[in-house]
C-alpha cells in the first residue's frame, strides 16, 4: 500500500505556543486529507477534510481558527495548533487518500503534550 | 447520518481462541467498509476491507463479510495470537467520492499466552 509519514511522533510545548505537524503521502498524490484527534482509549474524531488547493472543511465543534490546516501541494498537509493549552494535548492522526484508491493511508500519528 | 457501532471491549480471549467483534452500519449509498488495526502508541493499520456487498476481506488470518442484508461486517479470526492484542476499529466510506471515514468507538482485544 500507499505510505503517509507524519513528523513529528511526538512534541511537547509549553502552554500558549504553536506547533506544527505535518503529513505528507510519500509515493502518491494525495487529492484529500484528513486530520483525527484521539484521546487515551477512544475512538478517531475527525476534525477536518484538506483538499489540495482550497480550504479546509471543518468538522462541527473543531476551532479553525485553532487548528489552523495547510494543504498547499498534493503531497503535503500540515496542522498547527495555535496557542497550545494542556486540554488540547492529544494524539493526532492524519490520513490521506485519491481518487486512485478505495482506501485511505494513515500517518502513525504525533503524541502532544503541553506543558 | 452514517454511522458505524462496534462491540464494547475490552474482550479478553486465551491463545487460540475463537474471536468475533461485531460490527453494524448505517449509511445512506454504498459504502466501502473497513477493518483497521491499532497497536499501542501506534497509527492506523488498515487490516482488511471490503468494497460492495457479499465481498469478503481477509489478511493474516481475519476475515470480514460485507452483509447488506444485516448492515454488518464482523471481524472474525479462528486462533488468535498474543501478538494480536490491540484496539480494533470498524468504519465505512465512500471515498471514492471524495468522502471520509467513519469509525466505529474501537474494540480492545487482549489475548493472554
Known amino acids: 500500500g500507499a505510505v503517509v509519514s507524519q513528523h513529528p511522533s511526538w512534541v511537547i510545548c509549553k502552554s500558549g505556543t504553536s506547533v506544527k505537524i505535518e503529513c505528507r503521502s510519500l509515493d502518491f498524490q494525495a487529492t484529500t486529507m484528513f486530520w483525527y484527534r484521539q484521546f487515551p482509549k477512544q475512538s478517531l474524531m475527525l476534525m477536518a477534510t484538506s483538499n489540495e488547493g482550497s480550504k479546509a472543511t471543518y468538522e462541527q465543534g473543531v476551532e479553525k481558527d485553532k487548528f489552523l490546516i495547510n494543504h498547499a501541494s498534493l503531497t503535503l498537509s500540515t496542522l498547527t495548533v495555535t496557542s497550545a493549552h494542556p486540554e488540547d494535548s492529544s494524539f493526532y492522526i492524519c490520513?490521506?487518500?485519491?481518487?486512485?484508491?478505495?482506501?485511505?493511508?494513515f500517518g502513525q500519528g504525533t503524541r502532544l503534550t503541553v506543558v | 447520518g452514517d454511522s458505524v457501532t462496534q462491540m464494547e471491549g475490552p474482550v479478553t480471549l486465551s491463545e487460540e481462541a475463537f474471536l468475533t467483534i461485531n460490527c453494524t452500519y448505517t449509511?445512506?449509498?454504498?459504502?466501502?467498509l473497513f477493518w483497521y488495526v491499532q497497536y499501542p502508541g501506534e497509527g492506523l493499520q488498515l487490516l482488511l476491507k471490503?468494497?460492495?456487498?457479499?465481498d469478503k476481506g481477509s489478511n493474516k488470518g481475519f476475515e470480514a463479510t460485507y452483509r447488506k442484508e444485516t448492515t454488518s461486517f464482523h471481524l472474525e479470526k479462528g486462533s488468535v495470537q498474543v501478538s494480536d492484542s490491540a484496539v480494533y476499529f470498524c468504519?465505512?466510506?465512500?471515498?471514492?467520492?471524495?468522502?471520509?471515514?467513519?469509525f466505529g468507538q474501537g474494540t480492545e482485544l487482549s489475548v493472554k499466552p
Open positions: 449509511a445512506t449509498g454504498y459504502p466501502s
Open positions: 471490503a468494497t460492495k456487498a457479499d
Open positions: 468504519a465505512l466510506s465512500d471515498l471514492q467520492r471524495g468522502g471520509k471515514l467513519i
Open positions: 490520513s490521506a487518500s485519491s481518487g486512485t484508491y478505495t482506501e485511505a493511508f
